[in-house]
């Protein structure tokens, strides 16, 4: 009986919140003359957005094309970021389970620096760095043939086109533009000092004996290391990674600051010029609910996959 | 040999990369407030930080009264520093904390004793960033414990508010929570009322960690033998008494190294209100670069903002990891 009056009170009181801000929201909103809905998603958007990987956009273009373009901006820089801080992150971890003291420390010492500063301040720091210590389109570096890098950006050749300057900036090939080379660096340093940890406790939680058991049978180290220690050490590895890659795609919506055009951004824009803050706020939770689900759901198949039968 | 070969190896590689910054950062830097010299010089521009260092540690703050959040934030440091240690962690430390707040809102919003009133628009800097964090940790502290105690509740209404709850705010970017508090919160209010803009932002963040405090508080909870809690039960301990007196003790003790790392990634994580436009103390320093003279000083001044964030996250690492030997070797 007890238990019963516990439920109902918290439940009445769940709903008698909501209750009140619901009231509360269409009361303000018909004051203010805002029509609620997702109407607005079929309107002309009427502003540029800088960089689009997949779909074809121009400002004549829907509000709802604009957020489309925003959410693959967003899985483009998450997804290249996933990948980059996971071979820089398992380097990074092996490096630190070294026996060359020097490594282990400079190892030790990047790890420490990078977690303890916030993501925004090394955006801020990448994004300043690109833009304003790499030189000019005109006196670009060249590290590789056909690769540009300067103030605008990063241009490498693709299949059909190579980079060429023209004029004051570079024409053809492909273009990274400096947002999304900082957001990209910065996420993937980040994380990757997140990603080092992990895996070296996941390697460090592998029963030594189980190694050496594996070489006992005559296996190589290299094969030691393949068949025996990395499918024990991925059983501990892949849960917490989940729960990094979550991080990382979002932290991608500080791309906002920098002024990278992700899923965030857009909608932000879309928000001042509509008014519509509610139907922008519910797209963009939305949105990175499903992605934290997605990505939730693979993994955990993929950690059944691995798991011990 | 392979190991010697290796360190040498490594060693002029890391001189390699790191000479080019040091030079930079110390034999090619200016370290006089001169913008012409720093735009001059090939090095870093300490003298921007030197130039702006008011502007950067209390924001907009009333020049003249600049020693008000100066003392606040040194007997915010102060309590925050007593507070880690052992010897203090007695009740009459809560107090402590309370009339210290107190008193640093008088310092702060001033209008009594003299001092002139200072509406909190103005505040800014390090003092925001410090307070930002304080008072979120204060208030989600014990919203995270109601929340873990809910989700592991035996009642299933509760239960799955807590975990709808704790889900959906962990599922979703800081970013959007505080979008939804600055522009969809005045939304939700009834006519007439209006909350400033700094206590809707730290609403947010109170909202957020909350949820990531209650898992560790969980976690904390999970951590206590089920003997535990049979012998609360045994010795006719209700509900109540049982979580008060012998559970949450227990809980709370184990959990501390996790719970200092949440709050060393709280504290990161303030640093976002700069979006919604508070000044804090990225923030100030993102402002302070505006002023043309001083164009081409960001780099300078991001790495000043990381290495202040820095000494702030590593003390408190370093506390963390001494706090957990601790707990292991006197949990035996």
């Known amino acids: ?113 990078i977690r303890n500063v916030p993501l925004l301040v090394q955006l801020f720091f990448w994004y300043a760095l690109i833009t304003e210590s790499l030189p000019g389109p005109r006196e670009a570096l060249q590290p590789l043939p056909g690769v540009f890098l300067s103030n605008r950006g ?156 | 040999m392979i190991n010697r070969l290796l360190t040498v190896v490594l060693a002029l590689l890391f001189l390699w990369m790191a000479y080019p910054f040091f030079e930079w950062a110390v034999l090619h830097a200016v370290w006089r407030p001169d913008p012409v010299a720093c735009r001059a010089a090939k090095g870093a521009c300490w003298g921007f930080i030197a130039e702006k260092h008011r502007l950067i540690l209390f924001g907009t703050y009333p020049f003249e009264q600049h020693w008000r959040p100066a003392t606040a934030t040194a007997m915010l440091l102060g ?11 007695k009740p009459w430390l809560a107090i402590l904390w309370l009339l210290g707040l107190v008193l640093i809102s008088v310092l702060m919003w001033g209008g009594v004793f003299g001092l002139p009133y200072v509406e909190n628009e103005r505040w800014g800097g390090l003092i925001l960033t410090l307070l930002l964090t304080t008072f979120g940790l204060a208030f989600a502290f014990p919203l995270a414990i109601l929340l873990a105690l809910g989700r592991r509740s035996d009642l299933p209404a509760i239960r799955a508010l807590c975990v709808g709850y704790i889900e959906l705010v962990r599922g979703v970017p800081l970013i959007s929570l505080l979008f939804m508090a600055s522009v969809m919160l005045p939304l939700f209010l009834p006519a007439g009322v209006t909350v400033d803009k700094l206590l809707r932002a730290q609403l947010a963040l109170i909202l957020f960690a909350a949820a990531y405090l209650a898992e560790v508080v969980r976690g904390g909870l999970q951590g206590i033998p089920k003997g535990q809690y049979e012998m609360a ?72 903002a990381a290495l202040v964030y820095f000494v702030f996250c590593f003390a408190m690492s370093l506390y963390s990891r001494r706090l957990e030997r601790r707990t292991v070797i006197s949990s035996f």
């Not at chain 1, 008698?16 to 029509?35: G, M, P, V, Y």
């Not at chain 2, 001083?294 to 991001?302: C, D, I, M």
């Open chain 2, 233 to 304: 039960d045994a010795l006719g301990l209700n509900f109540f008494q049982k979580t008060l007196f012998i559970i949450l003790p227990q809980a709370l003790r184990i959990s501390v190294p996790a719970l200092v790392n949440t709050f060393i990634g709280f504290f990161k994580d303030t640093s976002l209100v700069l979006i919604i436009g508070l000044f804090d103390l990225l923030s100030t320093i993102k402002v302070s670069l505006n002023d043309p003279a001083w164009a081409g000083s960001a780099v300078t001044a991001y790495l000043f």
């Open chain 1, 154 to 309: 990063v241009f490498f050749p693709t299949l059909t086109s190579v980079p060429a300057l023209d004029g004051f900036n570079f024409t053809g090939g492909a273009a990274l533009a400096p947002e999304f080379a900082a957001l990209l660096v910065g996420l993937a340093v980040y994380t990757a000092s997140f990603i080092a940890e992990i895996v070296r406790a996941g390697i460090l939680a592998v029963d030594r004996t189980q190694v050496e058991a594996a070489q006992a049978i005559g296996l190589t180290r290299a094969q030691a290391t393949r068949l025996v220690l990395l499918p024990l050490a991925l059983r501990v590895i892949v849960p917490p990674l989940t729960s990094q890659y979550l991080n990382l795609t979002k932290n991608s919506s500080l791309a906002v600051a920098i002024g990278y055009p992700d899923l965030v951004s857009i909608a932000n824009t879309t928000i001042n010029q509509t008014g519509q803050a509610i139907e922008g706020i519910a797209v963009i939770m939305a949105v990175y609910l499903t992605i934290s689900l997605s990505i939730s759901a693979l993994m955990n198949w993929y950690n059944a996959r691995i798991a011990l039968r």
């Open chain 1, 1 to 113: 009986m007890r238990r019963l009056a516990y439920q109902g009170a918290a439940l009445a009181a769940a709903v008698a919140l909501a209750w009140f801000l619901i009231a509360n929201a269409s009361a303000s909103l018909a004051e203010r003359r805002i029509a609620s809905g997702f109407g607005f998603l079929g309107r002309e958007a009427g502003f540029e957005i800088g960089q689009s990987f997949f779909l074809h956009y121009g400002a004549a273009d829907s509000y709802l094309r604009a957020l489309a373009v925003g959410l693959s901006n967003t899985l483009m820089v998450s997804l290249i970021g996933i990948v980059v801080a996971t071979g820089l992150g398992a380097l990074i971890g092996l490096c630190r389970l070294s026996k060359n003291l020097l490594l282990k420390n400079l190892a030790a010492s990047y790890v420490e620096f």
């Open chain 2, 79 to 89: 309590l925050w520093f007593l507070s880690g240690i052992r010897f203090f962690w």
